[in-house]
Each structure stands twice: as C-alpha cells, then as structure tokens.
C-alpha cells in the first residue's frame, strides 16, 4: 500500500547542522517532507546540506511557516513529540503506539504529522493543544537527553517499521475529522464569543482556560460537518445574545421616556 508518511514540522529550530542531521534520517527512513517554523537564522543555511550526507531532496522541498498552527494546517493527525505532557491532559503515547494512529490515519487519506520542538525552549503548551497526542520517547531518566535528529530518528524508525510489518490497516468508518486549520477557526470563533460575554474571569486565566477548551473539544476528533454545525450553534447564541441585549437596551430607554 502506497501510504504518504508523517510530515515532520520543527518548531524555530536553531541550528543548520541539526536540521541537516534531520533530513538525513528522514531520508533513511522514508520521510520525505520537511516544514520549518521560524528558524532562527533563516533558510537556507548551507550547513544543512553538509550534514544531510546527500539527503538534497529533502531539504530542497522544506516548506517555511510563521506558526505551528500554519504548519499543520492541512494535517488532520500531528503529534506532539515532547519530554514531559506538561499541563494538558492530553494522551501520552510512546513513538510505536502513535506510528498506529498515524498509519491508520494515513491509509484512510488523511493528513499526518509529527512536531517537534527547538533545540532549548521545545515545544509551547498554546502548539501542543492542537495536536492529537503527545509522544513521549521512553528513554533513561538518568540521562533524559536526546538531540533533535535522534528524537526524529526513533519516530521515523517506527514507522519504517510498521511500513515493513504490512498487516492490513484499519480503515476508518465515517467522515474522517476536520483538518486542524477548521478546528484553530472553531476554536478562535468560540473564545471571541466567550470573551465577549465575560466568560474568562479573570483575565489573567484567559490563556490556561483557552487551552483546556481546546483540548477538551480536540478529543471530540470534529468532522468537517460537525465543525460548521458547532460553529452554527456559537452563532446562533451570540446572535441571541445580541437580541436579548438590544431588548434590555430598548427597555431601558422606554423607562427613562
């Protein structure tokens, strides 16, 4: 079966070399597109090519993106591969358990993709909240240190070798969900009619509170329709609103006539 293997997005990565070092892997292992999230010197870099060994196909199709949410726009499935599940409760899996959502994923014609952080900072809760998952490399808590092109190496040896397993897939029933650029609009389109109404209180919370909506509605796995439905219904409430608003307002000004 000709499935299209998990696009790999690295989040502001610093360093030429170890964007180099992960197209070489990729290529190893069979993946071959490459996105970048605001690199911080930019792109190209020639150093990338020297650490590619010969991986030029790879590096020649990166795709460069201002947001993570930009990059995985037009992916339905991405995980988020990270040390720690930080503050979401999110489900936690390992490269292997993840690898069979990803090829099942894959072999019904959706979208996939693995996310990786930078080099220092890693990935930022706000990203993470998008994603199906976390995966989590089960490695030594004495020594918990992975480079950027070992972490990609692990994952895409996973799939390599679930590629080479070949049981049948499981295929999907149903509409498959919505991409994740139709979700972050649901998303955003909510939290406005939620601010509006005074629902973040207080401010300061705003931020974890919005996070928490969005991993709460990501475990619903949205379809296209459900999306324009649930963003039917944030309409028709504000819209309500709005009336009920407007009759006070009417109301007010009739009494003080």
Not at 13 to 38: C, K, T, Y
Not at 49 to 55: D, F, I, R
Request: glycine share 8%; net charge neutral; with cysteine.
């Amino acid at each position: 079966m000709d499935l299209t293997p998990p696009v790999v997005i690295l989040d502001k990565p610093q360093l030429a070399d170890n964007i180099g070092a992960v197209a070489r892997v990729m290529a190893n292992f069979g993946l071959g597109e490459l996105r970048l999230v605001s690199p911080r010197d930019g792109w190209p870099q020639d150093r990338a090519w020297a650490t590619a060994s010969g991986a030029d196909w790879v590096l020649e199709g990166v795709r460069l993106f201002d947001s993570v949410a930009e990059a995985m726009a037009d992916l339905t499935t991405v995980f988020a591969t990270t040390a720690r599940p930080r503050e979401t409760r999110q489900p936690v899996l390992t490269p292997r358990q993840a690898v069979e959502r990803l090829y099942d994923d894959s072999a019904s014609g959706l979208g996939v993709g693995l996310l990786f952080g930078g080099e220092r900072a890693g990935l930022e809760t706000a990203d993470i909240v998008l994603c199906a998952g976390i995966v989590t490399i089960p490695i030594d808590p004495r020594h918990h240190s992975l480079n950027l092109a070992q972490a990609v190496a692990i994952n895409a040896y996973e799939w390599r070798t679930r590629l080479l397993d070949a049981p049948p897939p499981r295929f999907r029933e149903g509409d498959p969900p919505a991409a994740n650029a139709l979700l972050v609009g649901m998303y955003e389109h909510l939290e406005a009619e939620l601010d509006a109404g005074g629902f973040f209180h207080p401010p300061e919370k705003k931020r974890s509170m919005s996070q928490n909506l969005r991993v709460m509605l990501g475990r619903a796995a949205f379809t296209e329709q459900e999306v324009a439905t649930f963003r039917g219904v944030i309409h028709a409430l504000a819209k309500g609103r709005g009336r009920v608003l407007e009759k006070l307002a009417r109301k007010n000004a009739s009494e003080r006539s």
